[in-house]
Every structure is written in C-alpha cells, then in structure tokens.
C-alpha cells in the first residue's frame, strides 16, 4: 500500500516527525517540514507531520530552572553521553503519542557545541530518535538532521543534502546519494507502508 504526502508524492516509505518548538525559527517550522517533504518524497518517502507542539524556553528539573534558549550539545556526536541540556531537552514536552520509530524534531535560539555554534545536531539517546534544529538554521537545515537520525554522514556538493553547511545548498530540493537512500530505508525510523 502507498501513501501520498502534502507535496502529492506517492510513497512506498514513511517517516513521522513530531515537532517540537522552544524558539520562533526564521524559517517557520511548517517551511522547514514542506522542504523535508520535497526532499525524501522525490524518493517514494513520505515524511509524516505526527504533531507539533510549542513548549517554554526553560526547565523545572527539580534541582533547578534549566534553559533551553541555547543547547549545549558538546562534541555533537553519535556515541557521545548526553549532556544535561540535551537530556532534559530529549525528555521535555514527554513522549505521549510518540511511537519507537518516530522522531522528535526541537527548535531552540541556538545549538552549541564544543566547536562553537551550529544549524542543528542529532545526536540523541539510542533509544529516542531526535534531533535539534536551531531558530538561526537554513530552509534545509530540518531535512538534514532527520537525514543524521536516519543514519547519513556528510557527503560534499552544494547540490547534496548531507553537505555542510545547509545555508550554502543551491539546489531546490537537494537530492540523497543512492547508497544514502539505501541506509535511509534500512534506518529503523523509516518503516514500510
Ligand atoms: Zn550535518
């Protein structure tokens, strides 16, 4: 059975993202999420809009009010341990509604890490796919992170999606490498309809 997403695109795939938003991105999220549609349903996969939600900049931890407005998320990689910023984020707004295979998609003022500032990042606990998108981020910046969750690494051409930075990708939409389709659809967050 095929699915058809907001673009018309017929898909065979499925990806559901709910959103999450602590800032007020310059690219509004409901442009980022028809960018990400334009991007994976070229490929038969259809990205699923599972619920939004806009949530305070700050957290009750119950030793202290964190803030979220910007996210420390240190070396911003895969294996690393999350650091208290990003586990309070990944547990924020709670997990209602959200199912294993789906992905949880937060905007913030702004994402830092060890290096400096950056457009978003996904690394996330192994159990809760996620990823971060920051309020300063480009129109391609969202599609980019769920391709991080799917399991893609960066790859070169302004014409890519998993090239770095997004703010330079000229084309319209991007496009996934064929090997990067293949570990898209191999990704768990990306199920079969
Ligand atoms: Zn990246």
Redesign the pocket.
């Known amino acids: 059975m095929s699915v058809r997403d907001e673009l018309g695109n017929n898909c065979d795939w499925l990806v559901r993202l709910h959103l999450r938003s602590l800032g007020t991105p310059r690219v509004p999220e409901f442009t980022a999420l028809r960018n990400a549609h334009s991007v994976y349903g070229q490929y038969g996969i259809c990205i699923r809009f599972a619920s939004g939600m806009s949530l305070p900049g700050g957290v009750d931890t119950g030793t202290q009010c964190l803030s979220l407005a910007a996210v420390d998320v240190g070396s911003c990689t895969m294996a690393q341990t999350m650091t208290t910023q990003q586990s309070a984020l990944f547990g924020y707004g709670g997990r209602q509604g959200v199912g294993a295979q789906d992905i949880l998609c937060y905007w913030v003022d702004q994402v830092v890490s060890d290096g400096g500032a950056?457009?978003?990042?996904?690394s996330h606990p192994s159990a809760q796919p996620a990823c971060v998108v920051s309020a300063l981020g480009s129109p391609w910046t969202l599609a980019?992170?769920v391709?991080?969750v799917l399991g893609?690494?960066?790859t070169t051409g302004s014409t890519m999606l998993?090239s770095?930075?997004?703010s330079s990708i000229t084309a319209r939409p991007p496009s996934i490498s064929a090997a990067d389709l293949a570990t898209v659809r191999a990704s768990r967050c990306c199920v079969r309809c």
């Open positions: 950056l457009a978003g990042c996904a980019h992170e391709g991080h893609l690494r960066h998993m770095t930075p997004t």
